[in-house]
């Protein structure tokens, strides 16, 4: 088994990667590709694209090529500011990047072409920290272009572009753990601080709805179905709380306690042709319930004999730990589940049907390609597998294998 990993050390220096560099980085073909340069540069505002000091029809000229793929004149600009500050597409892109990246060419297209439209509301989004405990992952690449990562010791919630270089950041929150975004948008984030979820406007910052006070008490993970329906994986209370698009509550998954249908302490939540695969990270394993709730299955694993051994017990494939802190789920473009062993330091992958092990990657460590305490993973549809690897802000990216 054989896995690529890209190392991402983000303590105070942030590591810039072009689109380019991605594709081409690892030049000797060896499997990795080692980051060692970064940029301190805080994002505020990109709109001086020339960098003459000045922001006119040369920056227009170049954001029209560069982020439209269209020639400036042909380009109805208060179409565009209008959309832009209501949050709607334009041309069949979203443009809520523009909104938090640009809000000076956003000023100057109002007053050159006689808009007559409002100003960019007040950006929130200023990155002010560096990340010193990367938690949850909401991959919203689809949405916005960014990955949402929540951090509890600093209290923050860091938005990092499709490059996973810091660009924008939450602040004032609670512990926030879980965190994904709704059927609008919105990023949700769990507060376990606040025994709460909160919902921000992606383009401002701005808290938009506050929901599940009273209700949840460690709100870990938050994941939706395709329906818009929102479950909260909530640990403390040893069950899941899912509420509708609105934010209402409908229902709850599980129960505590210690038999087959039962769950204690669960970390995260996975659907997968519209079964829910639940991590019980005190029953070490996996359960499995219809989409209504009623438990149907659980996944267990005893783990597997290392390969290739010496007689001093040297493993050429090491075997793999049996769950003992399952933390993560996760599926890939094929179907298949994704477990995170906090304990093991490793994914394994699993077919969610039957529970059949399948194959893994990662394992223990400090250094580039290793995961210490790993946090969560999510599964690009690429099938880029992003792991927290649970030491500080370190993100570790491996090829997932087939």
Known sequence: MTCRWITLLLLVWVPVITAAEINRSDLNN????????????????????????????ADLSIFSTNYLDIYWENVDWCVFHGSTLAGADFEGR??????????????????????????????????????????????????????????????SLFIYDEFMVPQGEIKGLDKPLGVATDM???????????????AYDPATGNLLAVFGTGLVKMPTAITLDSAGNIYVTDSRRDLVQVFDPAYNPIRTIGKGGRGNDTLTFPMDLEIIDQEIFVADQGGDRVQVFDINGNWLRSITFEGTPGQDCNWRGECQIPGMPPFTKVQALSKDSLGRLHVLDNFAAAVMIFEPSDGTYLNSYGSFGTSAGLLRVPMDVVVSATDMAIITAGDGSRIEIFTVPQ
Request: hydrophobic share 35%; charged share 20%; aromatic share 8%.
């Open 30 to 57: 060896d499997g990795t590709v080692d980051v060692s340069k970064a940029n301190t540069s805080q994002v505020t505002d990109k709109s001086d694209l020339n960098g003459d000091g000045v922001i006119d029809l």
């Open 94 to 155: 979203s443009t809520k990047y523009y909104l938090r990246h640009f809000p000076a060419l956003l000023g100057f297209i109002n007053q050159h072409f006689n808009c007559g439209g409002g100003e960019p509301p007040p950006n929130n989004l200023i990155l002010l920290n560096a990340p010193r405990f990367l938690a949850r992952i909401a991959d919203a690449t689809a949405l916005s272009g960014d990955f949402y990562i929540t951090d509890p010791r600093i209290g």
């Open 184 to 198: 609008f948008g919105r990023i949700l984030v769990g507060n376990d601080g606040r025994d709460n979820i909160e």
